[in-house]
Nanobody, 126 residues
Framework: QVQLVESGGGSVQSGGSLRLSCVAS????????MAWFRQAPGKEREGVAA????????YYADSVKGRFTVSVDNAKNMLYLQMNSLQPEDTAMYYC???????????????????WGQGTQVTVSS
């Protein structure tokens, strides 16, 4: 059972930046595929960014392309999400996920992942 703990959330003004971190209890390299998801009140959980932890290939939701960057440090078992140019619509609880199948057709869908963190809140004010 992989345990994931997110940190780095907070409140920022529109245009600001935040860096989310996720520490995994087991090897991120062996996780094969990890991702960040977010869920706003009353909305479904949506995939934001995913990364193959071995090769580093990344995938992004259209809504965050060019603003968010996902990365992994396998030596530290850490997953990161650098978020720039934040907008009020980015406000949500952000979750780290691991154990993805790596299927490119479902890489940003929640059922593709086996392990989840508890989430960290990001609030962007206008």
């Amino acid at each position: 059972q992989v345990q994931l703990v997110e940190s780095g959330g907070g409140s920022v003004q529109s245009g600001g930046s935040l860096r989310l971190s996720c520490v995994a209890s087991e090897s991120t390299y062996r996780s094969y595929c990890m991702a960040w998801f977010r869920q706003a009140p009353g909305k479904e959980r949506e995939g934001v960014a995913a990364i193959y932890t071995g090769g580093g290939r990344t995938y992004y939701a259209d809504s965050v392309k060019g603003r968010f960057t996902v990365s992994v440090d396998n030596a530290k078992n850490m997953l990161y999400l650098q978020m720039n140019s934040l907008q009020p619509e980015d406000t949500a609880m952000y979750y780290c996920a691991a154990g993805g199948t790596g299927d490119t057709a479902t890489i940003l869908t929640a059922p593709d992942y086996n392990y989840w963190g508890q989430g960290t809140q990001v609030t962007v004010s206008s």
